[in-house]
C-alpha cells in the first residue's frame, strides 16, 4: 500500500467533511494532523466539527464521539497521563468541551446532548476512576398539564483549576465547582460550589471542609526524628 493510498483511507475513516484535528504546541500554534494520536479513537459523523489537542498529551484508551455539527473537544497540554477518557457529543450543534493544562484521569466518561451545552475544566485537575460528567438529562421532562418540556435548553458544567475529583464522582448539569477543591468519593455534585478551598461530599453533595487545599504528592511526609 503506497503513502498516498494509505493518506487516503485515513481521510475517509474519520468522515473528513470539513472535521479537523488539529495539534497545539506550548507556543499555542496549531498544526492539522490527519489521524488520531496514539491512545485515542475519534470516531467523526457530521460536519465542522473540531478536536484540537496538546501536543504532549499521553492518551491512554481514550474514544471520543462527535455526532452533529460544530462541535469543539479542545485539551491543554498536560504532563500528566490521560487514560480512560470517553466522550459521547449526541447528535447536535454547538457543544464545547475546553480542558485546561496539565490534566490526568484515570478513567472518565463524558456526556453533552443538547445544543449549545459546554463542559470547562480548568488548570491541573485529577480525575480518579469512574468518573462520570453528565451534562444532560437525556429524555424530555414534561409538564403533566400542559406537555410543555421543563428541562429543554443547553446545560453547563464548569470545574475550576486545581480540582481533585475522587473515585466514583459524579457530576451533573448546571454545576460548578471553585478552586482547590477536592470532590470526595462517591459524591453525587447536583448544584453549584462556587467557594475556592473546600471539599465537597456525599449525595448529594455538600460543603464538608473549608480552608483546604491539595497536591498530587503520595502519601504523608516522614516524620522528622
Not at 481521510?11 to 504546541?25: A, E, G, P, S, V
Request: net charge positive; glycine share 8%; with cysteine.
Amino acid at each position: 500500500m503506497t503513502l498516498k493510498s494509505i493518506e487516503k483511507w485515513i481521510r475517509t475513516r474519520i468522515k473528513n467533511r470539513h472535521n479537523r484535528i488539529y495539534l497545539r504546541n506550548p507556543a499555542g500554534k496549531l498544526r492539522r494532523i490527519w489521524w488520531a494520536p496514539s491512545g485515542l479513537r475519534i470516531n467523526f459523523q457530521g460536519r465542522d466539527n473540531r478536536v484540537i489537542l496538546g501536543e504532549q498529551c499521553r492518551f491512554r484508551h481514550c474514544r471520543f464521539n462527535v455526532i452533529g455539527q460544530n462541535n469543539l473537544i479542545d485539551i491543554d497540554n498536560s504532563a500528566y497521563n490521560i487514560i480512560g477518557f470517553n466522550v459521547l457529543l449526541a447528535n447536535g450543534s454547538d457543544r464545547k468541551i475546553i480542558i485546561g493544562a496539565d490534566f490526568s484521569s484515570e478513567s472518565c466518561e463524558v456526556i453533552l446532548v443538547e445544543d449549545g451545552s459546554s463542559l470547562q475544566i480548568g488548570k491541573d485537575c485529577m480525575f480518579s476512576s469512574q468518573i462520570t460528567l453528565r451534562n444532560s438529562d437525556s429524555h424530555n421532562i414534561l409538564d403533566a398539564q400542559s406537555g410543555e418540556i421543563l428541562n429543554a435548553g443547553p446545560k453547563h458544567i464548569c470545574l475550576g483549576d486545581h480540582v481533585w475529583a475522587g473515585y466514583r464522582c459524579t457530576f451533573l448539569k448546571n454545576i460548578a465547582v471553585g478552586n482547590n477543591c477536592i470532590i470526595g468519593a462517591n459524591s453525587v455534585v447536583t448544584k453549584q460550589f462556587n467557594q475556592d478551598c473546600v471539599a465537597i461530599a456525599g449525595s448529594p453533595a455538600r460543603i464538608v471542609k473549608t480552608g483546604i487545599n491539595w497536591n498530587r504528592n503520595l502519601g504523608l511526609p516522614k516524620s522528622k526524628r
